[in-house]
């Protein structure tokens, strides 16, 4: 079972524009809620995460905004750039246990030049 | 470099075989997680060390895998028999108890034919 819902599947945007990338999840002990960017053949890199304290957390041109009472998160990017061409990740942890991550299946993002 | 380090990146081997990678953590980090990951799909979770115990263990990591974090430094995984569905990108990464923030290696990309 899914532990962490992520849509859509593909994003294809033009340069400039604001892809929107969604997640949802189910476990209400999830504490942590990082997204990461993969190139291929790369490991995951850590974007920016955010813990259901605050509703909104801003880091350059990446934006999370989190809603807790419909378990939901989403990552912004402002002014896409064709670098920003990657796979991108939402994931969610516990601090219970091992704190392991639980992904979603990602999202194939292409910025248009 | 200060990253996580995986070795080797890459590694083709025939069914059957024995196969083991080596993962260097961060080096203040006493975390250290193996995930793997299928092609179009997000990481999953394997197994968890903290210091040099083996604390959790997912069920996909079948009887065929080992791990190991003999002095809580780098650590090991090891696939016996190796059989073709375990064609996959294996990831390590840490993370140190003060903070959640856990940090990927470039993976072990693992090809059986």
């Known amino acids: 079972q899914q532990q962490v819902k992520q849509s859509p599947q593909s994003l294809i945007v033009q340069k400039g524009g604001i892809p929107i990338i969604n997640c949802a999840y189910e476990?209400?002990?999830?504490?942590?809620f990082p997204w990461y960017q993969q190139f291929p053949g790369k490991g995951p890199a850590l974007l920016i995460a955010?813990?259901?304290?605050?509703s909104e957390k801003k880091e350059g041109r990446f934006t999370i905004s989190f809603n807790k009472s419909a378990k939901q998160f989403s990552l912004h990017i402002m002014d896409s750039q064709p670098g920003d061409s990657a796979t991108y990740f939402c994931?969610?942890?516990?601090?219970?246990?091992?704190?392991?991550?639980?992904f979603g299946t990602g999202t194939r993002l292409t910025v248009i030049p | 470099d200060t990253g996580v380090s995986q070795d080797p990146r890459h590694k083709i081997t025939k069914r059957g075989q024995n196969v083991t990678f080596r993962c260097d953590p961060i080096?203040?980090?006493?975390?250290l997680y193996w995930y793997r990951q299928t092609l179009g799909q997000g990481p999953e979770f394997l197994t968890y060390?903290?210091?040099?115990?083996?604390?959790?263990k997912s069920r996909l990591l079948s009887d065929r895998f080992s791990a190991e974090r003999p002095k809580g430094s780098f650590s090991t995984l090891e696939i016996q028999r190796t059989e073709q569905g375990d064609s996959a990108m294996y990831l390590c990464?840490?993370?140190?108890?003060?903070?959640?923030?856990?940090?990927f290696g470039q993976g072990t990309r693992l090809t059986v034919v």
């Open positions: 955010i813990r259901p304290d605050v």
């Open positions: 060390f903290q210091n040099e115990a083996q604390l959790e």
């Open positions: 080096s203040e980090h006493n975390r």
């Open positions: 476990n209400t002990a999830f504490d942590y």
């Open positions: 990464a840490s993370s140190s108890e003060m903070n959640t923030e856990a940090f």
């Open positions: 994931a969610a942890s516990s601090a219970t246990g091992a704190n392991n991550l639980f």
